[in-house]
C-alpha cells in the first residue's frame, strides 16, 4: 500500500536539525520567500498547534525568519471556523495568528500519515505540539525514537496542566485557568463579580513563553550538540501571571483582591472621569503625584500626611481617588491630558481598539500590515511587535488556506512526485 510514496519517500534526502544540507535548504527557501534576512532564517519548524498559544508562538517565529509547516487534519485548525467575521473561508481568528506559515493538511491518526510526519520532524530543528498527553508517543514517536531520529530537535509541548500532577491528564482551556489560577479574582470591579481578561491572556503569555522558551533552547543546542524537550502548560503560566500579587501572598499572606482599574499597591493608579470621558493617570512616585497635584490646583497634596507617601495614599484610596475625580471634571480629556503630559505625569486616553488600530503612532510602527491573500486579496493584519538593527522580522507569507501548501511540502520537503502524492490523496492521508 502507497509503495509509490514510501518510495519516493525513503529515496528523499535527509539532514539533520543542524541542517548540514544548508545550501540545499537555501536554495529551496528563496523560491518560497523574499527574505532570508530573519534572525531564525534556516529554522524549521513543525507546528502541531491550533487554537492559539501555540499558533501565536510559531507566528512569532515565524516573523523572526522560521521556515514554518503547519500541519492540520483535514477539517483543519478549529479557529478557522470561530466567527464571524470570516474574510473567505477562515475567521478573523485564524488570519490574526496564522500568518509566515505553510499548511499541510495530514491524518496523522494513521501509519501513513505518522510515517509523513516522521520524515517532517527528521528534516526539523524544531516540533511543537498541543496534545493531549501520550498523543505522540501513542503514534510511535517515545523517547527512544526522538533520541535515534532526531536528536537535535527542539521539542515544545504545550499543555493544560504538565505532565506531573493531579490535573495532568485534563485539558486546558483559558477561561476555565483564568478562573482557577486566581486571575479572574483579582478582576474586576470591587465587590462586584470576577472577571475575565477581555482576550485569552493565558494563551496569550503562554505563547509569547513558548516562543522565549524554544530560543534558549535552540541557543542551548550549539553548546550541548542536542536538543531538548521544553514544557509549558496553561495553569503555570497563568500562575507566573499573578507576580507581584501572588507576592503579596507568599511574604504576607495578603490575598489577592478587585479594585477595578485601580492598582492594589500604588495609588492613584486608575481611571479617572473627566468632563466628557474618562482618562487613565499612573502615578510611579512621589515627584509625579506632586506635579499632577500642582496641574489639578490642589499643590496642598503634596504635603498633606493622607495623601504625601505611596503607602498613605494607598490606606486613603477611595478619599484621594474621589478628590481627583471631582478636580478632573472641571476641563475635557484633552485639556487635561496635555496639562498632565507637559509636566511628565504618565497618563492616556481610553481609547476604543478601532481608535488604537488607526491612530498615527500605530502607523509609524509598522503596527499593520497589508499582504495579498490568494482568496481574500488585500489582507491587513496586526504588525510584529519586535524590531531587529540588522535581521529584520518580515510578514513573507499571508495566512494559508487550507492545505494550500501540501503538494509543495510534500514535494520539496520529501522528494514525492504528483503520481505518489495523488495516492496519498485518494487514501485521505493528505
Not at 516540533?127 to 533520541?147: C, S
Not at 509609524?364 to 540588522?390: N, W
Not at 518580515?394 to 495516492?423: F, K, M
Amino acid at each position: 500500500m502507497l509503495a509509490a510514496a514510501r518510495t519516493a519517500y525513503d529515496a528523499a534526502p535527509r539532514h539533520d536539525g543542524e541542517h548540514n544540507g544548508k545550501e540545499d535548504y537555501n536554495n529551496e527557501a528563496r523560491t518560497m520567500t523574499d527574505s532570508l534576512n530573519g534572525a531564525l532564517d534556516g529554522i524549521r519548524v513543525v507546528d502541531l498547534t491550533r487554537i492559539l498559544a501555540g499558533p501565536l508562538c510559531t507566528m512569532m517565529l515565524g516573523d523572526m525568519g522560521a521556515d514554518v509547516i503547519k500541519i492540520e487534519p483535514p477539517t483543519g485548525d478549529d479557529t478557522r471556523r470561530w466567527g464571524p467575521p470570516f474574510a473567505g473561508d477562515d475567521a478573523a481568528y485564524f488570519l490574526g495568528i496564522n500568518r509566515n506559515k505553510r499548511s499541510l493538511t495530514l491524518n496523522m491518526a494513521v501509519p501513513e500519515g505518522q510515517k509523513i510526519l516522521a520524515g517532517l520532524i527528521e528534516k526539523a530543528d524544531v516540533l511543537i505540539d498541543n496534545f493531549r498527553i501520550g498523543t505522540l508517543e501513542k503514534w510511535g514517536f517515545t523517547e527512544a525514537w526522538f533520541a535515534q531520529r532526531a536528536p537535535r530537535l527542539v521539542r515544545c509541548s504545550i499543555t493544560g496542566y504538565g505532565t506531573s500532577g493531579p490535573r495532568a491528564a485534563l485539558p486546558g482551556y483559558d477561561f476555565i485557568l483564568q478562573a482557577e489560577s486566581g486571575l479572574k479574582s483579582i478582576c474586576g470591579e470591587p465587590g462586584g463579580v470576577p472577571t475575565k481578561y477581555g482576550v485569552a491572556i493565558v494563551d496569550v503569555c503562554t505563547g509569547m513563553l513558548a516562543s522565549n522558551a524554544i530560543l534558549a533552547a535552540i541557543n542551548a543546542r550549539h553548546h550541548t550538540g542536542k536538543g531538548q524537550k521544553v514544557e509549558l502548560s496553561l495553569y503555570e503560566t497563568s500562575l507566573a501571571m499573578l507576580i507581584n500579587v501572588a507576592q503579596n501572598y507568599l511574604l504576607a499572606g495578603r490575598d489577592g483582591g478587585r479594585f477595578g482599574n485601580g492598582h492594589p499597591s500604588i495609588v492613584p493608579y486608575t481611571t479617572y472621569q473627566t468632563a466628557d470621558a474618562m482618562i487613565a493617570i499612573g502615578i510611579g512616585n512621589e515627584r509625579q503625584f506632586s506635579r499632577c497635584a500642582q496641574v489639578l490646583g490642589h499643590p496642598e497634596w503634596a504635603q498633606d500626611e493622607r495623601y504625601n507617601s505611596n503607602r498613605a495614599r494607598v490606606e486613603n484610596r477611595v478619599d484621594i481617588d474621589g478628590k481627583i475625580n471631582a478636580a478632573l471634571a472641571a476641563d475635557t480629556a484633552d485639556a487635561w491630558l496635555a496639562k498632565l503630559m507637559a509636566v511628565g505625569v504618565p497618563c492616556g486616553k481610553i481609547n476604543t481598539v478601532a481608535q488604537a488600530l488607526d491612530d498615527p503612532h500605530t502607523a509609524a510602527r509598522h503596527m499593520v500590515e497589508t499582504v495579498e491573500h490568494p482568496t481574500i486579496g488585500e489582507l491587513r493584519l496586526l504588525g510584529i511587535p519586535f524590531k531587529f538593527s540588522d535581521t529584520a522580522c518580515s510578514v513573507r507569507r499571508p495566512p494559508p488556506t487550507l492545505g494550500q501548501h501540501t503538494d509543495e511540502v510534500l514535494s520539496e520537503e520529501l522528494g514525492l512526485d504528483g503520481a505518489a502524492i495523488a495516492e496519498l490523496r485518494r487514501q485521505k492521508i493528505v
